[in-house]
Nanobody, 122 residues
Framework: QVQLVESGGGLVQPGGSMKLTCTVS????????MGWYRQAPGKQREFVSVISSGGYVSNAHFIKGRFTIARDNAKNAVTLQMNNLEPEDTAVYYC????????????????WGKGTLVTVSS
């Protein structure tokens, strides 16, 4: 059973920093992406950042160099270092694992954590 557990959320002042961590267990595949999404109050969930098994990174435009994603394959963990946080970054942040449909796997799979709340406020 695949499980994703996020940690590191909380309250931070504008301009501050916060680091989120997601630890994954139960995955037997070698190739999968790990990423972060977020959902602000009253808004749809949106993509934040993703990193592939080989370390290729893709970021949402609003990051503007403020967030850095990293992956530790030995620990099956992904982190999101967030700097210069803005009130608009307030959201529940969700960890995601995407396993592509590479043979012998017949169907791609997505797994989600329960989310961790990040509140940016003075």
């Amino acid at each position: 059973q695949v499980q994703l557990v996020e940690s590191g959320g909380g309250l931070v002042q504008p301009g501050g920093s916060m680091k989120l961590t997601c630890t994954v267990s139960g995955i037997s595949d070698d190739i999968y992406t790990m990423g972060w999404y977020r959902q602000a109050p009253g808004k749809q969930r949106e993509f934040v950042s993703v990193i592939s098994s080989g370390g290729y990174v893709s970021n949402a435009h609003f990051i503007k160099g403020r967030f850095t994603i990293a992956r530790d394959n030995a620990k099956n963990a992904v982190t999101l270092q967030m700097n210069n946080l803005e009130p608009e970054d307030t959201a529940v942040y969700y960890c995601n694992v995407h396993i592509p449909d590479i043979p012998p796997r017949e169907k791609a799979m997505d797994y989600w954590g329960k989310g961790t709340l990040v509140t940016v406020s003075s």
